[in-house]
């Protein structure tokens, strides 16, 4: 499902995904918001009932958006004004018959400001290159990675880095194995082992 309406600032399209909830709103960022929705019968028009309780202006009802393909479940990325609370209501629209799925309320960030990522340490292996990337630890401000192989040897580490929460390692050795430790520093240089993973390489 790839569509784009405008909306206030404008519409884009999100892949339909599924879950419990009926409505429910996700990556509430300053100027956006996803909302997911989903419903007991399938169906290809939604509309969106967007109430800013903030400013009158702002509130409107969309014209209904027709979806290639009939689902039960979907969803869909409202650019808003930031700083506001809104309540959205997501209307599937059947012939002239409407039938509310279900009303979220949030608040949009102030204008600039951003979600952290969430405090998850991840690695992909492609071929011998490691590629890391992490969000934000409580209580940290700069992080380091290091990666060693287990009997100690090629020892590779990041210089620390705070606003850079991604780092690769290229060329490992092969059917090699490796750990890989990634070390916060808060703000009193105090240094803490965040997290630490076991990784093999292959030939």
């Known amino acids: 499902m790839k569509k ?26 300053d100027r956006s918001a996803i ?7 399938a169906t290809n028009k939604i509309a969106f009932k967007i109430d800013c309780l903030d400013n009158n202006k702002l509130s409107l009802t969309t014209k ?10 979907g969803g ?10 809104y309540k959205i209501s997501v209307i599937s629209v059947q012939g002239k018959a409407r039938a509310n799925l279900g009303t979220v309320s949030l ?9 952290p990522l969430p405090a998850v340490f991840s690695y992909k292996l492609s071929g011998l290159d ?3 990337a992490w969000g934000d630890f409580p209580g940290f401000s700069t992080y380091r990675l290091t990666v060693v192989k287990k009997d ?4 590779r580490q990041s210089g620390w880095m705070d606003r850079r929460k991604k780092y690769k390692f290229i060329k490992l050795n092969q ?8 070390e916060g520093m808060d703000k009193k240089e105090n240094i803490k082992l965040i997290q630490k993973k076991e990784i093999k390489t292959t030939g």
């Open 76 to 85: 869909m990325r409202l650019l808003l004004a930031p700083n506001k609370k």
């Open 64 to 73: 209904p958006m027709i979806f290639p393909k009939a689902s039960k479940v």
């Open 107 to 115: 608040k949009t960030l102030p204008l600039g400001a951003r979600n």
């Open 4 to 29: 784009t309406v405008f909306l206030l600032v404008g519409l884009l399209a999100f892949a339909p995904s599924a879950f419990a909830s009926s409505v429910k709103a996700t990556n509430v960022e």
């Open 175 to 182: 059917k090699s194995d490796y750990i890989l430790t990634l």
């Open 152 to 155: 100690g040897t090629d020892k």
């Open 130 to 132: 490691l590629a890391c």
């Open 35 to 41: 909302i997911q929705w989903s419903a007991d019968q």
